[in-house]
């Protein structure tokens, strides 16, 4: 019997559907394993010595028959919710998923180099000014990617974005506070939380995009997905696609960024919503590793240098002109034509 039907409404509603999915399956592969060696699970109560073993030994099985590592982690996660009195008596169970997170790959995502994703955001811009009925598409990821990266968002944060998560402050020290819906990390951080957003150059960009929207008009009109598509397709056209850039680069990007201009764990920890300074640690470690081992050859660097430069203008400033001279607000294909990008076809500066 899985866990979903034995958790009552109130037990679902605190856990996602997605993270009690994920949980359902890890619980059927623990019971799968006790099958197997004609184990129960019902003493688990009393004796917690022995669910310690035999979790032990479930994880140790599923690294020997190369069962996934999220499907031995949310078994064993699982079992602590299925038997409660199990919290902090399992230690060598997450002793041996410790030991065989070592063995795995970095899972952190490639970070977005600054450069790169001004150069890959002002492709998008071009993009816009010449395709029509595309057009409002490459307008929001222009105007997104710079958003999720200054803001340290993920990519389901920055696709739920609507115009009343918003509120400016276009003082002599511009900002934006975003508030996000439903985050990933709401279990310990709540169910509401906010960025504020402080890059001059997006902030005025983001209040030119939004102005005039009633509040909940989404900045993104389609899905997480549609969004790494349209991403994928553009660093395609770019000849950037072999870097291993992705929606989730933008957080790490942005991160990094932040480090490397000075900025503090405990200031970053606030802005990118971790739970402790440690994890973010672990994170900045990986993440400026993987930027340090990211390399353009010498052809892309021109490319981005060059078109970095001839947009300049286009990057501290908003279009002169209104959004809606630009794009049309209504739904688009999945798919366009895509025009060069080496005849970038940028406003002229004000």
């Keep these: 019997m899985g866990l979903k039907a034995k958790a009552t409404p109130l037990e679902r509603d605190r856990l996602s559907r997605t993270y009690l999915l994920r949980l359902s399956r890890g619980w059927q592969s623990v019971l799968r394993f006790l099958a197997l060696g004609g184990l129960s699970w019902a003493c688990w109560h009393s004796s917690p010595s022995l669910a310690e073993e035999q979790l032990a030994e479930y994880v140790q099985h599923c690294f020997n028959t190369q069962i996934p590592f999220w499907l031995a982690k949310h078994g064993v996660l ?18 041996a998923l410790s030991s065989w997170r070592l063995t795995m790959p970095t899972g952190h995502r490639v970070p977005f180099p600054i450069e790169i994703l001004n150069a890959v955001s002002l492709v998008a811009l071009e993009l816009a000014l010449g395709a029509t009925s595309q057009s409002l598409r490459w307008l929001s990821l222009h105007v997104l990617l710079r958003v ?11 696709c739920n974005l609507r115009a ?31 960025v504020i957003l402080k890059d001059q150059a997006t902030v005025l960009l983001l209040h030119w995009f939004v102005k005039g929207l009633a509040p909940e008009v989404k900045l993104w009109s389609g899905s997480v997905t549609t969004m790494r598509t349209t991403l994928k397709e553009l660093l395609s056209l770019m000849g950037l696609s072999g870097l291993g850039l992705s929606l989730g680069s933008l957080r790490s990007g942005g991160t990094t960024y932040l480090y490397l201009s000075g900025s503090e764990i ?16 672990c994170y900045i470690q990986e993440a400026m590793a993987l930027l340090v081992w990211l390399h353009l050859s010498e052809a892309q660097q021109l490319k981005v240098f060059t078109l970095c430069r001839a947009g300049l203008q286009a990057l501290r ?11 049309a607000r209504r739904p688009w294909r999945t798919r366009s034509r895509l025009c060069s990008w080496t005849s970038l076809k940028l406003m002229q500066p004000r």
Aim: glycine share 8%; proline share 8%; no cysteine.
């Design 148 to 158: 999720g990266f200054h803001a340290l968002l993920r990519p389901a944060e920055l």
């Design 266 to 281: 405990a200031r970053l920890k606030y802005t990118g919503r971790w739970k402790s300074e440690a994890s973010l640690g």
């Design 317 to 327: 400033f908003p279009p002169p002109v209104p959004w809606t001279a630009i794009a």
């Design 78 to 95: 699982a079992a602590q919710l299925k038997v409660r009195s199990l919290r902090g008596k399992i230690r060598r169970a997450w002793d």
């Design 164 to 194: 009343g998560d918003l509120k400016f402050s276009l003082g002599r020290v511009p900002y934006v506070v975003l508030a996000v819906r439903n985050p990933k990390n709401r279990a310990f951080l709540g169910r509401m939380q906010f």
